[in-house]
């Protein structure tokens, strides 16, 4: 990867060689850190982090769910994150902010331990093909919404994500879909999903799944545009009766779905899909003063 002269830990910069934590750091061993990946554009009036305020929030709330006694204020890390930017002179690229608990404990209850914030950025480049992604059903399911707090973006949880992309391995697909306990559509490893039938946009209800913010911002989008929207339970084989479908996510943005296993999406890229991934487009970039809300410069 390529890396940036800083990181921001704890209020202050260290170089990027220098942050380094312990082996016998809690969350190396058990997962509980919490994270977010968030997105820097360069737009007309600088560069600008998309819903940034948003991402720190749930930031703040994952680290709630794991009991974590957090310095930071939501402000104090908005601006951390705007700081650590323009200390890289970074432009455009991506943002990943990390709380962890940094003791060197090896007991699970870690409630006197302390707690580090970690901000780090670096440019990233495009995450999948733009022409459409051919993805396989994973044989993994999601994990169940009653076992942890599903909507809280927790380090841990992503190992199942990593034995889901792990499956693709010596295939030609470029993605993984899973279901949950149920059988009913979930999302992708780490990028929501959406599908559209007769220009109505379905996507999986809440409850097994992260809803991330590009979804969030998918579903305004789609509202504006006067698209319907419905947030269902969806099986496969809803999926395969739609015409377009498309992933979305901080990474992947919006990205046509070429393929689900051997079924072949008739508009690929649809229509629907191109329009909202032109406009989501147009959005990050700052044209849209309308949405210029969900944009917070580097002045």
């Known amino acids: 990867m390529e890396t940036t002269p800083w990181i921001w830990r704890n209020g202050a910069f260290v170089p990027w060689e220098q942050a380094q934590t312990h082996l016998l750091t809690s969350t190396l061993h058990y997962g509980a850190g919490v994270f977010e990946g968030v997105r820097c554009y360069l737009t007309n009036q600088g560069a600008a982090v998309f819903r940034l305020r948003d991402h720190m929030e749930r930031l703040l709330y994952s680290a709630g769910v794991l009991k974590m006694e957090v310095r930071f204020t939501l402000d104090e890390l908005c601006t951390a994150v705007l700081e650590t930017l323009k200390e890289n002179g970074m432009k455009a690229g ?3 902010p990390l709380i962890y608990f940094s003791e060197q404990d090896m007991g699970f209850d870690p409630k006197r331990d302390k707690v580090d914030v970690v901000i780090a950025c670096w440019p990233w480049a495009e995450y999948f093909p ?5 993805v396989k059903l994973s ?8 076992s942890t707090v599903i909507d809280a973006k927790i380090s841990g949880h992503y190992v199942n994500s990593i034995l889901a992309i792990q499956e ?5 697909y470029d993605e993984s879909l899973l279901l949950d306990h149920e059988g009913y559509v979930a999302e992708g490893a780490v990028e929501n999903i959406f599908c559209v039938k007769d220009r109505v946009l379905l996507t999986p209800q809440k409850g097994s799944i992260l809803p991330g913010i590009t979804r969030n911002t998918i579903l305004r989008l789609a509202h504006d545009l006067g698209y319907e929207t419905r947030e269902m339970k969806l099986l496969p084989e809803d999926l395969f009766s739609a015409q377009e479908a498309f992933f979305t996510g901080t990474l ?19 229509p629907v899909t191109q329009h909202l991934r032109r406009t989501y487009g147009e959005l990050v970039a700052g044209r849209l003063s ?3 809300s969900y944009l917070s410069f580097c002045h």
């Open 94 to 96: 991506y943002i990943r």
């Open 130 to 134: 733009a022409e459409g992604v051919r």
């Open 139 to 146: 044989s993994y399911r999601r994990i169940h919404p009653q």
């Open 168 to 172: 693709l391995r010596g295939t030609d």
């Open 252 to 270: 992947a943005e919006v990205v046509p779905i070429a393929s689900v296993d051997a079924h072949v999406f008739p508009l690929a890229p649809g």
């Open 290 to 292: 309308q949405y210029h």
